[in-house]
């Protein structure tokens, strides 16, 4: 359950969520990200494919990942709005 | 929370008849960054309802499976003619030409320069991979000296195969486009760099400022035979080297919106304009049931004739018509077809898929059209071409009719398809007036008078036998 919930990343924090079905493996993601949270997961997907994964913490939700990713729905990153002055 | 994932693009793409979420582009290849990078910045700038893509031949062939916007396929090379087409006729389109430098530098060259030089309100974006990605890695006029592919197993030489052709280099030497760039889809820093030309080039796009150039260096780990990250390297590395990034030309502040084009004239009026003298305009007539017909045979069997006088009569009776004609290269013996439309108003296509009406002459064509025709549709055959392993159907009525064999009895075989045409009158399928059809019988014959008594005398057997053995 602790495990899942990392993978996942919590809603409150900044995290990358990525498709295992739909990833190709390619690592540009991997070797892109700045803060070295991405990984190749160690089982293959239905394509025999290791897709990335998420280590499940220290995502800024830069979106760099996104960027360099070549496949439309593999990657979406998610992260909380800012607080706004008034708030 | 906030979100950045792909937008523009279509929920799921149906491919080979089934849905996806997958591409069909390799790992590591550039294109679905660019494709996420144009999509993004088109649903940014509210242009995703207005922007036509044209697909090239290539890797980026299956672009209109994934590009939530107007798609259109063009021929090998040939984006920009299309682009150019689109852009004139729909005057308020973001007309987008993505193209491949085998497709672009290559098989459409001239293409891409003469719409360059005409300034055409569109942006191209040639992805430049060095190679010819989808067919197996082949030397492209963009492969780099020394480069080994599978056409230049030795690596490029200049003194052979010449040297890689700069595009955006070449378009600067013109006057008309506004905005030439080169960028790079090889790491975070140049993919922010391409993010922001590409807004800056559909920017144009949607103020109708004139042509735009981006071409894309883009890592094609297959063709290249390197994993993702290696490919990506050479892109940064090697590519660059010949082929530098930045903006070369942004007139985009001088550039003033191009006043759309003018239409010579509406299409209703082009046809008034050029309508044969000799016809009476078409009247509408509700009560008439448009006919859509086919006409199949040979080469050298009269098949076109045989339509243009049914349309001939067609249009003498008012009807509306068209005559869209299909045939091989060969002068005689190869197939000929033409699909016919008659109808009592304004005709949506040429194009007939279920005839009602099927007239064939020869037995691969009644093979090929039978199975098409409409239930309760009427086919008219040769005798000849029919026998006990004849391909039938309860659900048409078949005329079979010996025309070759009346015809030749009566001084030609080759005016079989007036046969046909008797039986067509007889049979008052395509209910138009028996002098309008004998008029056009004739008239078919303009270029050739010294036929007509022996049509006439053909025509005049074909319909003797159609009252005795025809109800």
Request: aromatic letters at 6%; a positive charge; proline letters at 7%.
């Amino acid at each position: 359950m602790v495990e899942k919930q990392l993978n996942e990343g919590s809603n409150a924090l900044p995290h990358t969520a990525i498709d295992a079905e739909v990833c190709k493996g390619c690592r540009r993601c991997i070797a892109a990200c700045p803060q070295q949270v991405l990984r190749l997961r160690p089982t293959m997907n239905h394509c025999g494919i290791q897709p990335a994964e998420y280590i499940g913490r220290d995502c800024t939700g830069c979106g760099i990942c996104f960027y360099n990713c070549p496949e439309p729905y593999a990657i979406r990153v998610e992260s909380p709005d800012r607080p706004t002055r008034n708030s | 929370m906030s979100t950045k994932r792909t937008v523009g693009m279509f929920e799921s793409f149906d491919r080979s008849g089934r849905a996806t979420r997958s591409s069909h582009y390799c790992a590591g290849c550039g294109h679905g960054i660019l494709h996420k990078l144009i999509t993004e910045a088109l649903v940014e700038l509210g242009l995703q309802d207005r922007t036509v893509v044209v697909s090239p031949i290539g890797c980026a062939v299956f672009g209109y499976y994934y590009w939530d916007v107007g798609n259109i396929g063009a021929a090998h090379g040939r984006a920009p003619a299309v682009a150019t087409a689109v852009s004139r006729t729909i005057p308020q389109a973001v007309v987008v030409a993505y193209q491949g430098d085998g497709d672009l530098a290559a098989i459409g060259f001239n293409c891409a320069v003469q719409a360059a030089n005409r300034g055409e309100r569109m942006v191209t974006f040639m992805v430049n991979n060095c190679t010819y990605g989808m067919t197996g890695g082949q030397m492209s006029p963009t492969s780099l000296l020394g480069q080994r592919t599978l056409t230049s197993p030795q690596g490029r030489e200049a003194a052979t195969e010449g040297h890689p052709l700069r595009v955006a280099e070449l378009f600067n030497q013109l006057q008309a486009p506004v905005y030439i760039a080169r960028c790079s889809v090889a790491d975070t820093k140049r993919i922010f760099q391409t993010k922001q030309i590409v807004r800056k080039a559909l920017e144009l796009q949607r103020d109708g400022k004139g042509y735009a150039y981006v071409e894309v260096l883009s890592p094609c780990p297959t063709a290249m035979g390197l994993d993702a990250l290696a490919s990506a390297r050479f892109t940064a590395e090697q590519m660059e080297q010949v082929f530098p990034l930045g903006v070369i030309r942004d007139h985009s502040t001088q550039a003033v919106p191009l006043p759309p084009p003018a239409p010579a004239c509406s299409v209703p009026d082009f046809f008034a304009r050029y309508r044969d003298r000799d016809f009476p305009a078409p009247v509408e007539d509700a009560t008439y049931t448009e006919r859509r017909m086919i006409v199949a045979g040979s080469g050298g069997q009269g098949i076109l004739v045989l339509g243009l006088c049914l349309i001939e009569a067609g249009a003498l009776a008012q009807r509306f018509v068209t005559w869209y004609p299909t045939y091989g290269p060969e002068q005689r013996g190869g197939f000929a077809s033409c699909a016919l439309v008659i109808g009592g108003r304004t005709i949506g296509s040429p194009h007939v898929e279920h005839p009602d009406i099927l007239v064939c002459l020869t037995r691969p064509m009644l093979e090929r059209f039978l199975p098409l025709v409409k239930p309760g549709g009427v086919v008219f055959c040769d005798t000849m071409i029919l026998g006990p392993d004849a391909p039938s159907r309860p659900d048409v009525r078949i005329v079979a009719v010996p025309a070759t064999e009346l015809a030749a009895a009566n001084g030609s075989s080759r005016a079989a398809n007036t046969v046909m045409l008797t039986a067509l009158l007889h049979t008052r399928v395509t209910g138009l007036p028996e002098e309008a059809i004998l008029h056009a019988r004739d008239a078919t014959l303009r270029k050739k008078p010294s036929l007509i008594a022996l049509n006439r005398h053909v025509f005049d057997a074909g319909l003797a036998w159609c009252r005795q053995n025809l109800p």
